[in-house]
């Protein structure tokens, strides 16, 4: 029992020591980290990417590709870091169902930049929801919203309204930054400009 006794001071002695060494190798670490700003390239591998074009409908919509392409694009509607939706993010500022079930609303924000200095409207957000549905997308999670899609009306140049063929209760969270990357907004202009291959080298 002593010599039990006797071993677990000791493990405690260095448990104590180890703490007091604590704060002099955080200060040795952080004084050579703050020296001065950071300088040269990151590069970031992950195993999981598709074509890496940073083009949402040229990939699969999964997690992987939801994770470095949310780091360029804002999303049609905003969520929480729980999944939840929030008209505290995202382009839409709010969205309404119809009383009849087929038709959802959603007003835009004003003033809203694209990287190039271009204001985000509906136009680009038709561009963006459109071409989901195409027969060259590759996207997927668009699930019972695809069945439903009718077509994407612009009102004014801040407000859309997705007009269905049945109801779909989900469909602002399948447009939210929740699922995947469906529900990102591209800039229709610059794309156009750019053509595919171009907007791939440098994206906004």
């Known amino acids: 029992m002593q010599r039990r006794a006797t071993s677990i001071l000791a493990t405690l002695g260095i448990m104590v020591l180890g703490f007091l060494a604590f704060p002099v190798l955080l ?3 952080t004084s050579d980290t703050t020296a001065g700003e950071p300088t040269g390239e ?3 591998s992950f195993a999981f990417l ?3 074009r940073f083009i949402p409908w040229t990939e699969p919509g999964s997690g992987g590709v939801k994770q470095y392409q949310m780091l360029v694009y804002d999303y049609l509607v905003g969520c929480t870091d729980d999944g939840q939706l929030d008209p505290a ?3 839409a500022k709010k969205w309404q169902e119809s009383d009849d079930q087929l038709s959802w609303t959603f007003w ?6 694209f990287h190039n200095g271009d204001e985000v409207t509906a136009e680009d957000v038709k561009f963006s929801i459109d071409v989901l549905f195409e027969p060259q997308s590759v996207t997927g999670l668009l699930g019972p919203v695809r069945a439903a899609f009718k077509e994407l ?6 407000t859309v309204v997705f007009h269905l063929k049945q109801p779909s209760v989900f469909l602002p969270w399948t447009f939210s930054c929740a699922p ?5 907004i591209l800039p229709k202009q610059y794309f156009a400009d750019k053509g595919a291959d171009g907007f791939a080298q440098n994206p906004i």
């Open 27 to 29: 200060r040795a670490a």
């Open 50 to 52: 598709g074509s890496q």
């Open 89 to 91: 993010g995202g382009i």
């Open 42 to 44: 990151l590069r970031i």
């Open 108 to 113: 835009l924000r004003q003033g809203v930049k």
């Open 153 to 158: 009306e612009i009102v004014d140049p801040y």
């Open 180 to 184: 995947s990357n469906l529900g990102m």
